[in-house]
């Protein structure tokens, strides 16, 4: 799966296997979750600290979140994001 953001341990990536509703992966230490872009309705566990900065990064760059996830969708490789600082 392809990598488009990397943060404070947080890896986030977008599987070109994908299915629908749109989504993407993050993992955090031994800690792995989906996040539904439609209302950032998690799935899986992740540390609430983690959790917040994530979905902080998730709302400062949804269009480029939706823009990657129909470029996967497409077969073609997601463009990288910038990084919460």
């Given at each position: 799966?392809p990598?488009?953001?990397?943060?404070?341990?947080?890896?986030?990536?977008?599987n070109?296997r994908?299915?629908?509703?749109?989504?993407?992966h993050?993992?955090y230490?031994?800690?792995?979750?989906?996040?539904?872009?439609?209302?950032?309705?998690?799935?899986?566990?992740?540390?609430?600290?983690?959790?917040?900065?994530?979905?902080?990064?998730?709302?400062?760059?949804?269009?480029?979140?939706?823009?990657?996830?129909?470029?996967?969708?497409d077969?073609?490789?997601?463009?990288?994001?910038?990084?919460?600082?």
């Open positions: 799966m990598e488009i953001s990397s943060f404070y341990g947080i890896r986030v990536y977008i070109f994908e299915h629908n509703p749109p989504h993407f993050a993992e230490a031994e800690f792995k979750i989906i996040v539904y872009l439609d209302g950032w309705i998690v799935e899986g566990k992740f540390p609430k600290r983690a959790l917040q900065m994530l979905l902080e990064w998730a709302e400062l760059h949804k269009d480029e979140l939706i823009a990657d996830w129909n470029l996967a969708m077969k073609k490789l997601p463009q990288k994001i910038e990084p919460l600082r």
